[in-house]
């Protein structure tokens, strides 16, 4: 199977003509580039949607290893549904469950990291702030409506697609969005007024 | 509202976002920044997912690396089997000396040696009973033919020779021609099987056909 290779840079080849699940069962057959591919496509967005739920680097860095080796480690069992996107970002799901289990305590609110904020001129100081205090309340969120935010917001998952992910009913699912959206936009108002 | 089907649900999701859109809109423009993934996380990854489909592959019957190697020495073995026992015999390579010793390779089996063994006394036997028969009926006849005839698969007699004739004149042995036509005319009346066979004509009076 000829795959042509998506760089770092965001280019895209030939892989544009397959699809993600087509790549997955590539590499499940001994194919790197397929690997490559999916790789290159997916990490990014994998490792934001890891680091808004975690509170420093390090932590982010060993959930996003720990979702690929589990992508790997059950590529065998993968049947390529068209469903490849959902199905990382359920392994991702579990992963944040799992590590919420051992570190309950310690995670059961994340703390806002000052340098999670960007280092703008001193004329966007508004802007932010206001990025800083979306960023507090977003990690103020309990667990399942943080993951339900940054899935829709930030993943552009349906809501259907979340509730999947989530292993939840999709009214359980438009729930956790309803009142994400609402606590996100009581923080805004906070900030503005 | 609980939306049943698909459209319903697409339908929920836009007004989801058209009742959010503030909010949805400011964290599209203000919401944090991600750190850049580390080039070395990339590397462990990567580095876990080749040797992963790598190891599958060792493990695999076919294509694995020891098992690539073993399919493939059978399968030269195999080659080379066939083609040693597809030759004609004259073509044969000679088999290559042996190092082991193959004295008991070789032998024949006990079975097979008594057969061959009691064959060959039954021949022996056979021949001496027929000479000493031979012998017995040349010292009490007056003459004897002995012929040698060749027969047909159709049990038609090809070839007659006179291989040893006598008739005893005076304590001798004497050609006789008569005798001779005598003994072939005699063979000639006979039927026989197919092959080649050896018969013995006696005469009784001396000088004369029996």
Known sequence: ?193 | MKPNDRNSWVQEDHEMAAEFHDIAKAWQKEKPEVPSLQAALDRKVKKFAYSQIEDELQQNWLFGQGPRLATAATLFFAIGVYFVFSLPEEGRAPEPARKVDSSIERRPSATRLANQREADLNFAREAWEKARWEQTQKATASGWVKLSLVVSDQGNIEKIDVVESCAKRNGHCEEDSDLNTYAIDMVKRKSYKPGVHEELILSNRQGQPN
């Open chain 1, 1 to 193: 199977m000829a795959l042509a290779l998506t760089d770092d840079t965001g280019r895209h080849g030939a892989t544009d003509q397959i699809s993600d699940d087509q790549l997955m069962l590539a590499y499940r057959r001994g194919d790197k580039r397929a690997f490559d591919a999916l790789y290159t496509k997916y990490k990014n967005p994998l490792h934001g949607y890891l680091y808004r739920h975690c509170n420093s680097e390090t932590q982010t860095a060993e959930l996003f290893q720990d979702v690929w080796v589990r992508v790997i480690a059950s590529s065998s069992r993968f049947e390529g549904k068209g469903r490849f996107r959902s199905w990382i970002f359920t392994l991702a799901h579990n992963c944040l469950v799992d590590f919420y289990r051992k570190n309950e305590k310690q995670q059961q609110h994340t703390t806002y990291e000052e340098s999670a904020g960007g280092n703008g001129p001193d004329d966007e100081a508004g802007d932010r702030e206001l990025r800083s205090a979306l960023d507090k309340s977003l990690r103020r969120l309990p667990l399942d409506q943080r993951q339900a935010f940054c899935l829709r917001e930030e993943q552009g998952f349906s809501i259907k697609e979340i509730a999947v992910i989530q292993n939840v009913s999709a009214e359980a699912a438009k729930s956790r969005l309803r009142y994400a959206y609402k606590k996100l936009k009581e923080s805004m108002r906070g900030q503005r007024s």
